[in-house]
């Protein structure tokens, strides 16, 4: 069974910079695509970003240009670099896998969770001015 593990939260001021990273057990890891989302206290959960197994990028809009996706396949993480932290930034960050292993999805598919079947236990990210 596929477990991901998410690390690399923590409390940043505003301005600043964190790296999430998320290690996946199990086989086949390159190939799936693989998404990050998060979720603030009294809202739903929400599509950040998403990278497929081909290393089509996809980002939200309100972290395009701040936060970069990347994959390393061989050490089979996923790591989320997020710049230019804001306040609004906070929330739990949560790693996920997609159900689908075709080459080609449409970002449809990669920004609904409902996409995705395997998701980690999150990691806190607070940011504060």
């Known amino acids: 069974q596929v477990q991901l593990v998410e690390s690399g939260g923590g409390l940043v001021q505003a301005g600043e910079s964190l790296r999430l990273s998320c290690a996946a057990s199990?086989?086949?890891?390159?190939?799936?695509?693989m998404g990050w989302f998060r979720q603030s206290p009294g809202k739903e959960r929400e599509f950040v970003a998403a990278?497929?197994?081909?290393?089509?990028?996809h980002y939200a809009d309100s972290v395009e240009g701040r936060f970069t996706i990347s994959r390393d396949n061989a050490k089979k993480t996923v790591s989320l670099q997020m710049n230019s932290l804001k306040i609004d930034d906070t929330a739990v960050y949560y790693c996920?896998?997609?159900?689908?292993?075709?080459?080609?999805?449409?970002?449809?598919?990669?920004?609904?969770?409902?996409?995705?079947?395997?998701w980690g236990q999150g990691t806190q990210v607070t940011v504060f001015s």
């Open positions: 990278i497929t197994r081909t290393g089509s990028l």
């Open positions: 996920a896998r997609t159900r689908r292993t075709a080459y080609y999805v449409p970002r449809s598919y990669l920004t609904d969770q409902s996409s995705y079947d395997t």
């Open positions: 199990g086989r086949a890891f390159s190939d799936y695509n």
